[in-house]
């Protein structure tokens, strides 16, 4: 009997010894692996629907209009202040955000832009399609190059900084034979509101950056 409640007693010694150890490794402190580790935005974040756009070979007819990166008249513009879609032409929608059309256009450098009409531009035009966007906490880890341009890689309008929030709210990739290219995000350019795309594999984490 004394040398089966030794035995267990053992067992039991052992068990307890373990169970940090088990656990170890689950902490989402430690900055670059909290994309990992926070279970939870990790599944909201891949459970984000990608957004599509439906071509116009000869545009929607509405003349020229500003474009802004968000939608929002605050928001930064593209082009030093100056984007603009001539919607007479070959172009692309996404449809509607808060009244704005999401739109995607030719620039004269070969890329293409995305970005925002206001509503006052293009009252009655029906789109059939819909985008839903997430908004997902984010923390830079490192320099994130911001772009309007997702056909070319290597252009940006905008910098994050290490330690610079922003929020994800969608993922894209402009290439349909191509797997993910890029997050689609919400910053603050110049202290103004931008909606931009960021490389997939950008180095950050997710969550506010308060936690630890």
Not at 198 to 207: A, H, K, M, N, P
Request: aromatic share 12%; hydrophobic share 35%; glycine share 10%.
């Amino acid at each position: 009997m004394k040398k089966m409640m030794a035995c267990l007693l053992a067992v039991l010694v052992l068990s307890l010894a373990l169970i940090p150890a088990a656990f170890a490794g689950t902490s989402t402190e430690s900055g670059r692996t909290a994309v990992a580790g926070n279970s939870g935005l990790t599944r909201v974040l891949n459970e984000l629907p990608p957004f599509k756009f439906e071509k116009h070979a000869y545009g929607i007819g509405y003349g020229t209009c500003p474009v802004y990166s968000a939608p929002s008249e605050s928001a930064y513009r593209c082009a030093n202040g100056r984007a603009s879609c001539d919607t007479n032409s070959k172009m692309d929608d996404a449809g509607f955000v808060s009244g704005w059309l999401m739109v995607r256009y030719e620039t004269n450098n070969g890329g293409v832009r995305v970005g925002f009409i206001p509503p006052k531009y293009v009252r009655g035009y029906k789109s059939s399609m819909v985008p839903h966007f997430g908004y997902v906490p984010a923390v830079a880890n490192d320099v994130i190059y911001v772009t309007d341009n997702p056909m070319t890689h290597g252009t940006s309008f905008a910098t994050l900084s290490a330690g610079e929030s922003f929020h994800i709210l969608s993922k894209y990739n402009y290439y349909k034979d191509r797997g993910l290219d890029w997050w689609y995000i919400e910053c603050t350019v110049d202290g103004q509101q931008a909606y931009g795309f960021i490389e997939v594999d950008s180095d950050f984490e997710l969550g506010n950056g308060a936690e630890g």
